[in-house]
């Protein structure tokens, strides 16, 4: 059973009560820089489905494939293979039993960590083998409409928690942003 402390459940109630969350973003230097998310309001859902029609009209301009044409030739490539599905199958089957017997594990904490580092292992390898199929799945016309969908939603987003003021001026300042890790990171 998950359980929750008082005070996690009351920042809960908070983010959901306000539409709004403070977390902590790390910088190029590794330093935390507190940012304010905020939900996005009807408005900037609706101008963020403009911005999506937007991207993806410019990515087929520029003659990106769509994901069935990239499925195509990865397939064709053998760059993601049936045989690395079927790993990311038995994979996901040994995490399952893993965290099957993680949940009954409740008496010792050192077979827990045990446990959890096993579990850890096993998503990290199914992350790897997807990683191929998915870097090639990047370059195509919905997920680049995606993307520019969704840092249109950052921008918009994101705010000083001091002051409530937009993190960033304004698009471009947001794009031009210096220190792209810190971008990002705030992205993700």
Do not use: C
Not at 52 to 70: D, F, H, V
Not at 107 to 119: C, G, N, Q, S, T
Not at 151 to 165: D, I, N, Q, V
């Amino acid at each position: 059973m998950f359980e929750l402390s008082y005070e996690d459940m009351d920042g809960y109630i908070q983010q959901i009560g306000s539409s709004e969350k403070i977390a902590y973003v790390k910088d190029f230097r590794e330093e935390e820089v507190p940012i304010l998310f905020k939900y996005p309001t009807s408005k900037n859902k609706l101008l963020a489905e403009y911005q999506l029609k937007k991207y993806l009209a410019e990515a087929q301009e520029m003659g990106l494939p769509t994901i069935e044409e990239m499925e195509e030739t990865i397939r064709l490539r053998k760059i993601f293979t049936a045989e690395d599905e079927a790993k990311i199958e038995k994979l996901n089957s040994r995490i399952a039993g893993q965290e099957a017997i993680l949940a009954k594990t409740t008496r010792v904490p050192a077979r827990r960590d045990r446990l959890k580092e096993v579990i850890s292992t096993l998503k990290s390898e199914v992350e790897a083998i997807q990683y191929k199929r998915e870097i090639s799945l990047e370059l195509t016309q919905e997920r680049k409409a995606l993307e520019g969908k969704f840092l249109y939603l950052t921008h918009k987003g994101t705010f000083s928690p001091e002051t409530g003021e937009p993190f960033w001026e304004n698009r471009v300042a947001f794009d031009d942003e210096p220190d792209f890790l810190f971008r990002k990171r705030v992205f993700v």
